[in-house]
């Protein structure tokens, strides 16, 4: 079993940025997917980033494309996400998600949220005009 727990969220004005971690337990980290999602209220879950295993490429959602950089630390079994010139509709809840499901990212899909096995709690980041 692999827990996942969120950190780094918080308050922000839109043009600053912030970095959420997420450290995973479990010995077989470095050969997991990992990814990013938010939901905001009302919303649908949405994928935002996601990382293979054992490769320093990220893949992501074209609305954070440029502003967010998703990245692995395997030696910390943690991952991150910089967020930068975060804007108003960046407001949500961010979740960490991991599988050792091989998916097959590519620039073109890399959604596969029904495919994480192992989901987070979240952190908030709200950002404010």
């Known amino acids: 079993q692999v827990q996942l727990v969120e950190t780094g969220g918080g308050s922000v004005q839109a043009g600053e940025s912030l970095r959420l971690s997420c450290a995973a337990s479990g010995r077989t980290f470095s050969t997991y997917t990992m990814g990013w999602y938010r939901q905001a209220p009302g919303k649908e879950r949405e994928f935002v980033a996601a990382i293979r295993s054992s490769s320093s490429n990220g893949y992501y959602a074209n609305s954070v494309k440029g502003r967010f950089t998703i990245s692995r630390d395997n030696a910390r079994n943690t991952i991150y996400l910089q967020m930068n010139n975060l804007k108003p509709d960046d407001t949500a809840v961010y979740y960490c998600?991991?599988?050792?499901?091989?998916?097959?990212?590519?620039?073109?899909?890399?959604?596969?949220?029904?495919?994480?096995?192992?989901w987070g709690q979240g952190t908030q980041v709200t950002v404010s005009s």
């Open positions: 998600a991991g599988t050792a499901r091989l998916l097959i990212l590519s620039s073109i899909w890399s959604d596969f949220k029904t495919q994480y096995d192992y």
